[in-house]
């Protein structure tokens, strides 16, 4: 069975969540119908005209890019004009176009992470640069009848529950006796109708990302014996891990700039690549963010990063990086955004795959950067 786009919606936001996103940016469903049917599925970098001509060729219904198609509020659709051409071709298409776009610079594993990854840079270890939010945390208190809670427990570490810092399956247990008189129309994993039951429990509580939440529960009602399974999600003041834009990296073997430019040229096969060096051509720690970093300048410094590797650099960055001894390596915005584009199509095919649906998942061709997986 074919996914429907709501359901490729709901796989974005646990990716990316809409709510990371900076305000006044036009993120998600761009053009479309979330109750419609998706066969094929064509991932790019814009919502331009070749990715429209592409998603036709192939015959895909969906777009799905890091670029919004609405920078701006549209106030009307005139095929004269570039943007009115291309929304009602998508529409004559019946294109659905969906766009994750600073959601997903800003997410955990979102652009400036597969830049990192890409890049050979320990992506793992890296901190943000500059903070825009932080994770908003659940705790979910739910109650196993005794000798289920391992089995309930390794559910929900599964989906994503029980996890602070490097340490998984995290949750604290205490023993109980739970009651319940089964109504007419049940039928009780343990007990009869009508009957009052007092069973042995286990009141088991942990935490969870609340962009996870959906599928903690999904998991906590396949695990759990209970045909209603009592439960309680609380939400804690207290916040998760930070997120934001671009990534600083510490690395335990110094890497030159020759090495860096190396790599940038072949992994990220840019169109152009501009660098400047205030003399000191080994780093110990790296700035990368995918696009546009020419704001994060004074965050890599902060951190005491050696050199910010980006894109769209303009002549003040450079004078300001000059100023403070920073090194910049100027990849391109298409070509350090282009290893999140990538990832954004096997993520969304792998869910697929694992979900049982028939969708196809396709990777734009017609780029101009010349980067290729
Ligand atoms: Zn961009």
């Known amino acids: 069975m074919p996914a429907l786009v ?18 006044g940016d036009q ?15 064509l991932v790019a970098l814009d919502p331009d005209q070749a990715a429209v001509e592409e998603a036709e060729a192939i015959g895909a219904e969906m777009i799905l890019t ?63 640069l500059e903070v825009t939010g932080s994770e908003k945390l659940l705790k979910l208190v739910v109650f196993i009848p005794a000798g289920y809670e391992d089995s309930v427990r390794n559910a929900l570490a599964e989906a994503g529950a029980g996890q602070i810092g490097d340490y ?52 906590l009602m396949e695990a759990h014996p209970y045909e209603e399974v009592a439960y309680d999600l609380y939400s804690l003041a207290r916040e998760g891990k930070s997120f934001g834009l671009g990534l600083s990296l510490s690395l335990e073997r110094p890497i030159s700039l020759d090495q860096l430019i190396q790599r940038c040229r072949s992994m990220l096969n840019p169109s152009s690549l501009r660098c400047w060096t205030p003399g000191n051509n080994v780093f110990s720690r ?16 902060r951190q005491g990063a050696e050199v910010l590797i980006s894109g769209d650099f303009g002549y003040h960055d450079l004078k300001y990086a000059q100023s403070r001894g920073l090194a910049l390596v100027d990849a391109g915005h298409d070509a350090t955004e282009w290893p999140g584009v990538v990832y954004l199509q096997q993520y969304i095919s792998k869910r697929l795959q694992a979900d049982s649906y028939k969708t196809e998942v396709f990777l734009q061709t017609s780029v101009s950067t010349g980067w290729r997986q």
């Open 6 to 23: 709501e359901k490729i919606i709901s796989y974005m936001e646990e990716l990316a969540p809409s709510s990371i996103a900076l305000p």
């Open 27 to 41: 993120v998600g469903l761009q053009l479309g119908n979330p109750g419609a049917e998706v066969k094929k599925i």
């Open 66 to 128: 890091h670029h919004p198609l609405f920078y701006n509020k549209l106030s009307a659709v005139n095929e004269k004009l570039p943007e009115g051409a291309l929304v009602a071709a998508a529409i004559r298409n019946n294109l659905h176009i969906f766009s994750a776009h600073t959601n997903y610079d800003i997410a955990p594993q979102g652009i400036s992470y597969q830049l990192a990854k890409t890049l050979g840079l320990p992506a793992e270890e890296a901190k943000v």
């Open 168 to 219: 998984s399956h995290c949750t604290f247990q205490l023993s109980g006796t739970g009651t319940f008189m089964p109504g007419e129309g049940s039928s009780p994993f343990i007990g009869a109708q009508g009957q009052l039951e007092k069973v042995d429990e286990i009141r088991l509580e942990t935490i969870l990302p609340a962009n996870r939440q959906r599928m903690v529960l999904k998991a």
């Open 286 to 301: 790296v700035a990368v963010c995918g696009g546009s970093g020419g704001s994060l300048i004074e965050h890599a410094l």
